[in-house]
Structure formats: C-alpha cells, structure tokens
C-alpha cells in the first residue's frame, strides 16, 4: 500500500468512521450510558417503536438527510426530528414546512402523540432534536432527566372546549351536562395533558364524570366523537377547529380554571444541535406564531 492509497483510506474510510460511526457513538450510544444507567438497546428499540406510539410526519423537502449543522449563512441543514404533543399536528406540519423553506436543505420529522409518552420516550433514550410538550409537567420529565438543552420557552397556550357531533344532538351546553342519562363521553388519560386539564375544569365545576373511555392523546378523545362512539368530549379548542364540519367545540366558563401553557426545547443529546436551536427559535418567530394564531392557540 503506497502512500497515496493510504491517504484516500485516510480521507474517505476512516473520516467517515469519524462523522458518521464515531458521532453516533457519541450522541446516541456512549451518551446514553450514563450516570442514570441507560442502555444502547433500549434506546434502539424505543427508537423503533415511534411509528406504534405516534404518529410520524416526515417533511418534504430535498435533500439526503445526512448533513446537518449550518451553512455559512447561518441557515441550518440536515433532519430536524421534533417530539410534539399531539394537538399541534396540523400548526407543526405547517411550521415544518415554512422552517424548511426557511432553511433549504433541512428536513422536519414530526413524532407526534400525548406529552407523556413522548416524555418517557425522550428519557429512555429515542434520538430526537425538540420536544414540545402541551403541559409544564410533561416537560419537567424531560428537564429533570437531564435531557433538555437550555431552560424550556412557553411558545403557546390552549383551552379546553367540549367537542360534540355537528347540530349537537344531546344538547350539551355545559359540563353538567356530560352527566345526562345516555350522554357518552370520552375523555384523555390523567397522566396526558388534555386529561389533566379535563379533570381540574370538572372539579372546579363539581361535576363527577365516568367517561365510557380513556385515551392516549386527545387526538383519539377527538376520532371517538368523529365516529359517533361518543356523544362528547373533553378536547382543545384548537383540535375541534382542525376537525371535520361534523364536530363542535361547546365553550365552558371552567376551561378558564385549566389553560394549559406549551413549553418547548432543544435537546442535550440532538442528533442536530443547530437544526434543534433554530427550529425552537423559529417556533417563537412572528409567522410561526401567526400559524398557531390562526389555528386558535393563545399567546404565551
């Protein structure tokens, strides 16, 4: 082997060991196995179950998804992967998008689904750049862990209304209501956020509910109304506004007991560290602000 072969090995095999198998190494095996005892398995399996957990919406822009960092004109390249709650689907494929033209040569990947699941997959160790989380508490996992970068920001807030089948058949005005002989409501799980906020609207109302079903996110608190599985539901504002003409958001005075703040931030371990700061940052941004407006969520 002459001097010139062993300098092409040099450059193309063993600088791709460097960028490549030495990086992911780093940012997703060795700093895994850290002080809380996390394992390389876990974190891949986690990392595989994300299509059974949530739902995936991958951007579309160009690109072969493997640099990442930014240019010299301070825009950023390479697959951006978030971790949203399930309520801001619609308003982050939209962001994702608009961060994409923003950015040419970026990709978004949104892994959607309820705060507490992507919470606990976060600190078990799945690969993901952002996490937006639709309640404070859900984030706090994330923090305490030791797996965000930076403090969280709350970019946004949203209010509880009660979705019901379009002309409103039970004639459902108010909490109380929900309570009606044959009225069968869905309801989110305690530990996600939607579910938490139901629960402190329905105790500040002193009304006692046993819903006919708990879910995952309110997503599928929402598709039970939508099947006529269920004459109400306990969702956002902003999901029944995204819904189909079949469904209505009834307003009640105690969703105002139970607004829940969005917190987001960038992750200590991101795949792409500059891909996850400017996504954050775009979040916070004027049009991306005027995205979440206009689908209904409050100003933080």
Do not use: H, W
Request: one cysteine or more; glycine letters at 12%; hydrophobic letters at 45%.
């Amino acid at each position: 082997m002459n001097a010139g072969t062993a300098g092409r090995m040099n450059a193309r095999t063993a600088g791709r060991m460097n960028a490549r198998t030495a990086g992911r190494i780093d940012a997703r095996t060795a700093g895994r196995i850290d002080a809380r005892g996390r394992r390389t398995a876990v974190a891949v399996l986690v990392a595989a179950g994300l299509a059974v957990t949530g739902l995936a919406v991958t951007g579309c822009s160009a690109g072969d998804g493997r640099a990442t960092g930014s240019g010299g004109d301070g825009r950023v390249t390479g697959p951006v992967t978030v971790f949203a709650a399930a309520s801001l689907t619609e308003s982050f494929t939209r962001i994702g998008k608009d961060f994409e033209a923003a950015n040419p040569g970026s990709r978004v990947t949104l892994n959607v689904a309820g705060s507490s699941a992507l919470a606990n997959q976060i600190t078990q160790g799945a690969p993901a750049d952002v996490f937006a989380s639709a309640a404070p508490a859900n984030m706090a996992t994330v923090v305490e862990a030791g797996d965000a970068d930076g403090t969280p920001s709350v970019f946004a807030r949203n209010q509880l209304v009660i979705a019901v089948p379009g002309g409103n058949p039970k004639a459902v005005v108010g909490l109380a209501d929900l309570t009606n002989p044959g009225v069968k409501v869905a309801l989110c799980a305690s530990q996600v956020p939607c579910g938490a906020a139901a629960r402190t609207a329905l105790d500040a109302a002193g009304v006692a509910l046993t819903p006919v079903t708990l879910e995952r996110d309110v997503k599928g608190a929402l598709a039970k109304v939508k099947l006529g599985e269920v004459d109400a539901a306990l969702v956002y504002r902003t999901d029944t506004r995204v819904a189909s003409a079949d469904v209505t958001g009834v307003e009640f005075p105690e969703s105002a007991r139970a607004v829940n703040d969005y917190p987001i931030v960038a992750l200590k371990n991101a795949p792409n560290p500059d891909g996850a700061r400017a996504f954050v940052a775009y979040v916070r941004s004027a049009p991306a602000q005027a995205v979440l407006a206009e689908a209904g969520f409050q100003a933080p």
